[in-house]
């Protein structure tokens, strides 16, 4: 037996609101980030919202989540770069109330080791 596809989210979804990709942007699942660098910042998030998608019960958006990874920040010889790495967010709508609660975020970095 095979899974249906994922069904595309849109603006006639009962679970979308106008509001709902800013809404998204709560919080990230910090801990593959962190093994990146000595020192992970967190510098922002991108979710597309008007990409999401209804896989069973759960609701998932794309997202860019972007870093700055720094490496021996206590040395003279301090090396840093920004970079991002795809992300997946799962989160449940409420459209009447207009609140999004994100469940995880799941973030591959496995371009980083590659």
């Known amino acids: 037996m095979t899974n249906p596809a994922p069904m ?9 609101f106008p509001e709902l990709p800013d809404k998204l942007v709560e919080r ?13 910042l ?6 597309y919202g008007d ?6 019960d759960a609701l998932i958006a794309p997202a860019t989540i972007y870093v ?7 040395s003279d010889d301090v090396v840093s770069f ?3 790495y795809p992300a997946r967010v799962f989160f449940s709508s ?10 995880k975020i799941h973030v591959d970095t496995t ?4």
């Open 42 to 47: 967190f510098e922002g998030i991108e979710v």
């Open 94 to 103: 409420d459209s009447k109330e207009k609140r999004v609660t994100v469940n």
């Open 51 to 56: 990409a999401a998608v209804i896989e069973g």
């Open 8 to 16: 595309q989210l849109t603006q006639r979804s009962p679970f979308w």
């Open 82 to 84: 920004e970079d991002s």
């Open 111 to 114: 371009s980083f080791f590659q």
């Open 28 to 40: 990230p699942d910090w801990q593959p980030l962190e093994e990146l660098s000595n020192q992970t």
């Open 68 to 74: 700055r990874l720094t490496y021996d920040p206590n």
